[in-house]
């Protein structure tokens, strides 16, 4: 399952992997390295998702 995640920088919208989550990516328009966390707007994108199910 995938989630779009803000990058924090840029603001570009990361397409992050659930497994993805405690990890650290790079932004692929800034290269920002980005600790995923799980937050508020995390919950809010999985939620969104459950309910397309």
Do not use: G, Q, W
């Amino acid at each position: 399952m995938e989630i779009n995640y803000k990058c924090p920088v840029c603001s570009n919208n990361v397409v992050i992997k659930l497994s993805d989550v405690s990890k650290t990516i790079r932004c692929p328009k800034c290269n920002l390295k980005i600790n995923v966390k799980k937050d508020a707007e995390f919950d809010k994108n999985i939620k969104h998702i459950k309910n397309k199910r």
